[in-house]
């Protein structure tokens, strides 16, 4: 990055090169993360950080420039996962300690260059972003957004999604009745012929995803997600369960199919989330959901690259799958 000016409340500038174009940063000092991210060498690194590395192994502060960089250094990865999809963004313009916003319809200060989809909603529109390349990324991560929350469909067949996401969602912090549902989750769309990927949420649980061919509405997708959740709440009854109400849950594992339907979203893979330690939502092999060591915020900023160049989603068949032959499969278990 370059910058322009000394001013960190506000006044100073720089650029991010992104392709084929040149972003600007605003104030890319901000501290964005407090004490957030452990530095790797020893010192301020050239995205901007404020306060370096420190000799007792302390935490540093993730700045505007260090979230900038992290979403340039990571498009490659995280690009194919959101291009042509309407997206609704989770901006920390304060950071952490500041008020959250929520953004669906574009900034006003939207470049014309950058992709947009009006999307239909009841009683009008909304005009989300779309993110196709990496100056889009860039000036969003400029505009402090921190997450990346992805429709499930594309912007070109909006009813039709080629994503279907089961939401596994512990009752405490704890890792490991996410690692064990996952695992029996996949017996069960194995025995479906659905191949799935994994991915921590860099929050507390885990997101199973299956890929699809788009031939199906969003409707038949929800329906088919919460009978194999059912059915696999009915294999182990006393830890999983689709109860929607917390309270009725008694402190079972939640079975989440809710993301399954228009409009709705989920956080996108290689987002950063907005906790402590920036922990970032990682694809991961299913070795790895049998690593005792993996959990939901295994990886942050500061270390995501290292997993994402492994492929872990590389034995995944990039092609969908049809539901109606997993139909029909289904409808013998129930």
């Known amino acids: 990055m370059s910058a322009t000016g000394a001013d960190s409340a506000g006044t100073e500038e720089g650029s991010v090169r992104a392709g084929r174009r040149t972003v600007r940063i605003h104030r890319p000092r901000k501290v964005l993360f407090p004490g957030s991210a452990r530095s790797t060498d020893g010192g301020r690194t050239d995205g901007g950080r404020t306060d370096g590395g420190r ?14 960089e992290y979403y340039r250094s990571v498009a490659r990865h995280m690009l194919p996962e959101l291009r042509g999809r309407p997206l609704m963004l989770e901006r920390h313009p304060d950071g952490l300690d500041g008020p959250r916003f929520m953004q669906k319809n574009i900034p006003g200060n939207y470049p ?45 067949r909006p009813d039709h999604p080629d994503r279907l996401v089961f939401d596994l969602d512990p009752a405490r912090d704890d890792f490991e009745p996410v690692r064990a549902a996952a695992l029996l989750l996949r017996e069960l769309l194995d025995e479906l012929a659905l191949p799935a990927s994994a991915m921590t949420t860099g929050s507390k649980g885990l997101h199973v995803i299956v890929r699809l061919d788009r031939r199906t509405a969003f409707d038949e997708v929800r329906a088919f997600a919460m009978d194999v959740a059912r059915v696999l709440a009915a294999r182990d009854p006393d830890r999983l369960t689709t109860e929607q109400r917390t309270d009725a849950r008694a402190g079972r594992l939640y079975l989440d199919v809710q993301r399954n339907a228009y409009a709705q979203t989920a956080v996108a893979p290689y987002s950063v989330r907005p906790k402590e330690g920036a922990p970032v939502a990682t694809p991961i092999s299913w070795d790895q959901v049998k690593d005792p060591a993996v959990t939901a915020r295994r990886w942050t900023v500061t270390d995501v690259l290292e997993q994402a160049r492994t492929r872990p989603w590389s034995d995944v068949p990039a092609r969908g799958r049809s539901l109606a032959p997993a139909r029909r499969r289904l409808d013998a278990l129930l």
């Open 55 to 68: 000799a007792d192994g302390g935490r540093a502060d993730v700045t505007k420039a260090d979230l900038v």
């Open 112 to 156: 014309d260059w950058a992709r947009r989809a009006e999307m239909a909603k009841k009683g009008g529109t909304v005009t989300h972003p779309v993110c196709d390349d990496t100056a889009t990324l860039v000036f969003l991560a400029d505009q402090a957004s921190v997450t990346f929350h992805r429709w499930l469909s594309r912007a070109d």
